[in-house]
T-cell receptor, first 114, second 113 residues
Framework: QKEVEQNSGPLSVPEGAIASLNCTYSDRVSQSFFWYRQYSGKSPELIMSIYSNGDKEDGRFTAQLNKASQYVSLLIRDSQPSDSATYLCAVTLRGSSNTGKLIFGQGTTLQVKP | NAGVTQTPKFRILKIGQSMTLQCTQDMNHNYMYWYRQDPGMGLKLIYYSVGAGITDKGEVPNGYNVSRSTTEDFPLRLELAAPSQTSVYFC????????????FGDGTRLSIL
């Protein structure tokens, strides 16, 4: 089992819809969770960080964390074509040989169609 | 405000050659990281440093070396380039540990032929 798993997609949504991106992780004691956006040929840029259970909203973005079920999700409301990118989930692990390191999922490609 | 600066942006090496990828940051961050990203994949941690003079291995350290003589600079060395090292390399930094958001450079695209 991969330590951080994402569906590679592509996830295709129409403009204006809600895009839902999901991520599961293997380590029950992980503490820090991040979503990065990466445009093709560019470097990752931080969108959201979340550290406790529940929802965290920032503009059109909402991160949701459920530690008991070991998943973190990212919702993008009113999706725009400019949101088309690969979204990387990253988790700081606590209970594995990679303790203390930030481990990335393979990313989900989002396509927002006009 | 430059942030994290990587040089070069592109490089082609022959098998067996060596090179150093440069990374410098001007945010006075203690932690610095090197990742590689293969096509369609996430980022894999190669090496990281928690401060000047201190480095440690990540997930995929084989074939690479690092040093950290100053807070600002964290170069990555490839001694004997192999085709499997063809990848995009990203340097990142954070103020504290990996519980803090990381700031990425623009990357170095490296091809080994």
């Amino acid at each position: 089992q991969k330590e951080v798993e994402q569906n590679s997609g592509p996830l295709s949504v129409p403009e204006g819809a809600i895009a839902s991106l999901n991520c599961t992780y293997s380590d029950r004691v992980s503490q820090s969770f991040f979503w990065y956006r990466q445009y093709s040929g560019k470097s990752p840029e931080l969108i959201m960080s979340i550290y406790s259970n529940g929802d965290k909203e920032d503009g059109r973005f909402t991160a949701q964390l459920n530690k008991a079920s070991q998943y973190v999700s990212l919702l993008i409301r009113d999706s725009q074509p400019s949101d088309s990118a690969t979204y990387l989930c990253a988790v700081t692990l606590r209970g594995s040989s990679n303790t203390g390191k930030l481990i990335f999922g393979q990313g989900t490609t989002l396509q927002v169609k006009p | 405000n430059a942030g994290v600066t990587q040089t070069p942006k592109f490089r082609i090496l022959k098998i067996g050659q060596s090179m150093t990828l440069q990374c410098t940051q001007d945010m006075n961050h203690n932690y610095m990281y090197w990742y590689r990203q293969d096509p369609g994949m996430g980022l894999k941690l190669i090496y990281y440093s928690v401060g000047a003079g201190i480095t440690d291995k990540g997930e995929v350290p084989n074939g690479y070396n690092v040093s950290r003589s100053t807070t600002e600079d964290f170069p990555l060395r490839l001694e004997l380039a192999a085709p499997s090292q063809t990848s995009v390399y990203f340097c990142a930094s954070s103020y504290k540990d990996s519980n803090q958001p990381q700031h990425f450079g623009d990357g170095t695209r490296l091809s080994i032929l």
